[in-house]
């Protein structure tokens, strides 16, 4: 194994799931989102190190973890939360705080719910118990589809176009950086770094009707709290001031200029996540 190789264990039935682990402290938890690997949480990560052990994971099919064999049975939140679950057992950790981007945030939302013991808080990026609509049709708009850019110049400046109306203050620079943390380099050519089929199992998933997950965060009993991106398609006001009205505990932070999702990188949520972390992780 090479030095920039990442650790893996083997999950349940299996599959080899890449993680890292810097620093020393509470656990922090760190989930990506649907198509993203642990390399999202790179700036966060060293933010963090200096007071916490920070966990980083690719959920199975993403980054360095294995493909599955079945797609649309393995690339769920339930299958990725129980890889989450062990990660934390192959560690030696019993208790975390769960930073969780999107799907991640999903996932963390049933950990949290599921297994109160596991979780001392819970911080949710950019997103909720309800995906709008139009986040959705974003999503499935590049799902699986291979970017086709020839290097990661015309890479960061294709995010630009797709992306400068929510996020209008990034200068080439972050979107190049933001293009490495995305995709694979192949010999200098972005390439997906995910499993292509993962468009069957959020396409089945669609199909079989949208879950309610308001039960779910009712459940939720540990300290969260919430950043959403002020042009989000995929977390509305709408349903953080429900989140809030439900759970009045909760902290809410809204980020600037962001669409989804913060990057993590910016004042306003590094010290919101800070502040939180410093209360509440044990």
Same mark, same amino acid.
């Not at 086709?148 to 996020?167: C, E, I, Q, T, Y």
């Not at 540990?222 to 995929?234: D, M, T």
């Given at each position: 194994?090479?030095a920039?190789?990442?650790?893996?264990?083997?999950?349940?039935?299996g599959?080899r799931i890449?993680?890292d682990?810097?620093?020393?402290g509470?656990?922090v938890?760190?989930? +990506?989102?649907l198509?993203?690997?642990?390399?999202d949480?790179? *700036?966060?990560?060293?933010?963090?190190?200096?007071?916490?052990?920070? %966990?980083?994971m690719d959920y199975?099919?993403r980054?360095?973890?294995?493909w599955?064999e079945a +797609?649309?049975?393995?690339?769920t +939140?339930?299958?990725?939360?129980?890889?989450?679950?062990?990660?934390?057992?192959?560690?030696?950790?019993?208790?975390?705080a769960i930073?969780?981007?999107?799907?991640?945030?999903?996932i963390?939302?049933?950990?949290a719910?599921?297994?109160?013991a596991?979780?001392?808080?819970?911080i949710?990026?950019d997103?909720?118990p309800?995906?709008?609509?139009?986040g959705?049709?974003?999503?499935?708009g590049y799902?699986?589809?291979?970017?086709?850019f020839p /290097?990661?110049d015309?890479?960061?400046?294709?995010?630009?176009?797709a992306?400068?109306?929510?996020?209008?203050?990034?200068?080439?620079?972050? #979107?190049?950086?933001?293009?490495?943390?995305i995709?694979? /380099?192949? =010999? =200098?050519? *972005?390439? %997906?770094d995910y499993?292509?089929?993962?468009?069957?199992?959020?396409?089945?998933?669609?199909?079989?009707?949208?879950?309610?997950? #308001?039960?779910?965060?009712?459940?939720?009993?540990?300290?969260?709290?919430v950043?959403?991106?002020?042009?989000s398609?995929?977390?509305?006001p709408?349903?953080?001031?429900?989140?809030?009205?439900?759970?009045p505990?909760?902290v809410?932070?809204t980020v600037p200029?962001?669409?989804h999702?913060?990057?993590?990188?910016?004042?306003v949520?590094?010290?919101a996540?800070?502040?939180?972390?410093?209360?509440h992780?044990?």
């Amino acid at each position: 194994m090479s030095a920039d190789a990442p650790r893996r264990f083997a999950s349940a039935d299996g599959r080899r799931i890449a993680y890292d682990v810097a620093g020393d402290g509470p656990a922090v938890l760190c989930l +990506p989102g649907l198509t993203r690997s642990m390399r999202d949480f790179e *700036p966060i990560a060293a933010h963090l190190a200096s007071r916490h052990r920070v %966990l980083r994971m690719d959920y199975r099919g993403r980054g360095g973890s294995d493909w599955a064999e079945a +797609p649309c049975a393995e690339y769920t +939140p339930m299958v990725e939360g129980g890889d989450a679950a062990l990660l934390l057992a192959h560690l030696g950790i019993a208790r975390t705080a769960i930073l969780g981007t999107s799907r991640g945030g999903l996932i963390g939302m049933g950990l949290a719910a599921k297994a109160p013991a596991m979780v001392s808080c819970l911080i949710l990026n950019d997103v909720g118990p309800v995906i709008e609509p139009a986040g959705i049709e974003a999503i499935l708009g590049y799902l699986g589809r291979d970017p086709g850019f020839p /290097d990661f110049d015309a890479a960061a400046a294709g995010l630009h176009r797709a992306h400068a109306a929510s996020f209008p203050d990034l200068d080439r620079a972050a #979107w190049l950086a933001q293009a490495r943390r995305i995709f694979r /380099d192949e =010999g =200098g050519r *972005p390439a %997906l770094d995910y499993d292509p089929r993962l468009r069957e199992a959020v396409e089945a998933a669609l199909a079989a009707g949208p879950a309610d997950l #308001w039960p779910l965060f009712d459940e939720i009993e540990v300290p969260i709290l919430v950043l959403r991106g002020a042009n989000s398609e995929v977390l509305s006001p709408a349903t953080l001031a429900q989140m809030q009205a439900r759970k009045p505990g909760l902290v809410a932070v809204t980020v600037p200029d962001r669409g989804h999702v913060p990057f993590l990188d910016e004042p306003v949520a590094l010290a919101a996540i800070d502040t939180f972390l410093a209360e509440h992780a044990a």
